[in-house]
């Protein structure tokens, strides 16, 4: 399995990524991918990869991060690093009042207008999109980009039906977190059964949203990923094992072969 959204640079992992790794890859979880939030963490996403041969990394600024400062030389820097498997976090979000929206909608033009220059260069990559209350914005302003819509991936998607259908028109992947597990979420179980299997991905957003049962401990880990796809093996009706197969095979064609699980990768 692979947590494919993580933020092992924040604070909480500091001086135990080598352990929380290795926890993981006990349950199962062979890879994850550090998610930057800003361009200085992207130098250090990048550099906490280079660090850990299971561990792969994003360059971007997270929309939340939009008022912060920008070096959009520092995220081609990132982006250019071998372990660098995407880019973003980028995206909208209208849940919290900052930065304003029209900050965030600077900042999100700004990066893909650069992601395309760079595609110019050579340098592509697929894009983590984080979209919280803004799907009718946001998935207007990304068909439009110039990009093709299957180089997005919505993570930690939170929405209900019309916003997956938006999504899935788009031609985007959909990830889901530990939320799936919450029992005020049957919405967005019902959303999740709507998503082609080869589209699907799955996350745990750590240090945030732990999932169900282990809702109260904080920092969330990698290794709990498990919860996630049980829960989605559970709504979907779906066999565990197959499902779980079919999501490394899905996050592998998305982000890129490397992140094949090293046993299943031929000699
Ligand atoms: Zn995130």
Redesign the pocket.
């Known amino acids: 399995m692979i947590d494919t ?3 092992l640079t924040f604070p909480e992992f500091s001086g135990r990524v080598a352990h929380v790794l290795a926890d993981a890859a006990l349950v199962g979880v062979h890879s994850c991918i550090t ?1 930057a ?1 800003t361009t200085a963490d992207s130098l250090r996403t990048t550099a906490l990869a280079a660090e850990h041969p299971r561990l792969f990394a994003s360059a971007g600024v ?1 929309p939340l991060y939009s008022d912060k400062p920008c070096d959009w030389d520092e995220m081609r820097r990132a982006g250019m690093h071998p372990k660098c498997v995407a880019w973003g ?1 980028l995206g909208l979000d209208q849940h919290h009042e900052t930065p304003p929206l029209a900050t965030q909608h600077e900042v999100l033009d700004a990066q893909l207008a650069h992601i395309r220059a760079w595609e110019s260069e050579g340098i592509v990559k697929p894009i ?1 999109v ?1 979209c919280r209350k803004a799907f009718e914005h946001l998935v207007p302003i990304l068909a439009k980009c110039g990009i093709a819509g299957n180089r997005f991936v919505f ?2 998607f939170t929405g209900d039906s019309t916003d997956v259908r938006r999504v899935l028109d788009l031609g985007a992947y959909v990830s889901f977190t530990g939320v799936l597990t919450f029992p005020k979420a049957p919405e967005l179980r019902e959303a999740a059964k709507l998503v082609p299997v080869d589209r699907l991905m799955i996350e745990t ?1 750590a240090p ?1 949203l732990s999932p169900q049962p282990v809702r109260g401990v904080h920092p969330n880990e990698p290794k709990h990923v498990v919860h996630v796809a049980a829960a989605l093996a559970l709504c979907r009706r779906a066999n565990l094992a197959q499902l779980n197969a079919q999501l490394d095979v899905n996050a592998a064609r998305f982000f890129g072969e490397a992140l094949r699980s090293p046993t299943m990768q031929s000699p």
């Open positions: 959204h993580c933020h998610i939030t997270h976090e983590i984080h993570h930690c957003d945030f």
